[in-house]
């Protein structure tokens, strides 16, 4: 069982800095991060490689937004630069426990964790 749970969230100013954490329990093969504003469908945000530290990102925080590791390999990180209001959701960071090809489908995620809200205001 893989324990997954988030921190960071909170209230930010539009073009204002916000870091998301996640640590992890347990050994995971990819480490992604989804959002979901409210009367819209959890989508895509970004994902790393656990081992390599390869990363992909969605073309709306393409350039602003940075996730990333520790060395220790327990924790995940969403750096989040020059927020907007549209950034406004509830995040949620998501593990895989198997090597798979697709990191942007939420289905392909295992373990999820409970949420946290971030807020931008203009």
């Known amino acids: 069982q893989v324990q997954v749970v988030e921190s960071g969230g909170g209230l930010a100013q539009a073009g204002g800095s916000l870091r998301l954490s996640c640590a992890v329990s347990?050994?995971?093969?990819?480490l992604g991060w989804f959002r979901q504003a409210p009367g819209s469908e959890r989508e895509f945000v970004a994902a790393?490689?656990?081992?390599?530290?390869?990363?992909y990102y969605a073309d709306t925080v393409q350039g602003r937004f940075t996730i990333s590791r520790d060395n220790n390999q327990t924790t995940g990180y969403l750096q989040m630069d020059s927020l907007k209001p549209e950034d406004t959701a509830d995040y949620y960071c998501a593990v895989q426990t198997m090597l798979r090809a697709d990191l942007t489908i939420r289905e392909r995620y295992e373990y999820w964790g409970q949420g946290t809200p971030v807020t931008v205001s203009s």
């Open positions: 347990g050994r995971i093969f990819s």
């Open positions: 790393i490689r656990w081992n390599s530290g390869y990363a």
